[in-house]
């Protein structure tokens, strides 16, 4: 049986069998995309009781639109997601993944469809600097950028990770963690809901973000990388994008 090698992070490697990537023609016929996420990211995923609302969430279904198909939206922790595109649980991935070289050995990125990056996220009154921070403990979530991005600012046993994100921000809630680093728009988001608990600090890290499909999967990858550029070009992406973000967060 063929394996595919899988690296979701830097400490992980996993062999998974391959099955047989949807291709467009079999999506297309079969009149739906199964796109995952992990919907615990507001406002790129998340869940308002039943519903899955978002920026990525909205962005996923225009997508969808431009392929004449509809979008079956799967919820999954995040650091599972990329291994899922290996055994075909699903076709897409549209998570907030940056594009890293790692990453790209196990998947196919398509073109960046936003750019932002990491902040950090204190208490009121706490260390907000990656100067004030160093060797503190700080949380993020498991399988993301922002792993080794902690490591090399604040030391190696400077990192927490939790599966998701709201452990992660429960552990600044609760002082077991002096600060937080997290995608930018998430961080706001989070110092918005919890009024007087939160600051926001410095910028700690620039990334470009894609959707990723299974490796290979050249006619899907084609045609999402079309959605993408036709809702940037046709106004839909920047009518998205200032709903939910107040600004264009397309990469320049
Ligand atoms: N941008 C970061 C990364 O690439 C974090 C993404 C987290 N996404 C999520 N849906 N929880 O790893």
Redesign the pocket.
Known sequence: MKKLILLASGLLALSIPQAQARDLATIKSSGTIRIA?????RP??FMEGNTMKGFEYELGNLIAKQMGVKAVWVNQP?DN?LIGLGSDRYDLVI????I?PERQKAVDFTNPHYC?G?IILAKKGGPTTAAGLKGKQIST?L????VPVIEKLFGKNSVKTFP??AKALQALQSGRVTAMV??KF?SLAAAKANPGMFVVGDSVYE?R?GMAVKKGNKTLLDAVNTGIATVQKNGEYAKLSSQWFGQDVRCK
């Not at 399988?143 to 922002?146: E, K, L, N, P, Q």
Request: net charge negative.
């Open positions: 996420t992990n919907a615990e990211f790129f995923t995040f997601l998570s907030s993944h940056g890293t932002s990491a979530q399988g993301t950028t922002y998701d994100n997290n995608e998430y990334e973000i």
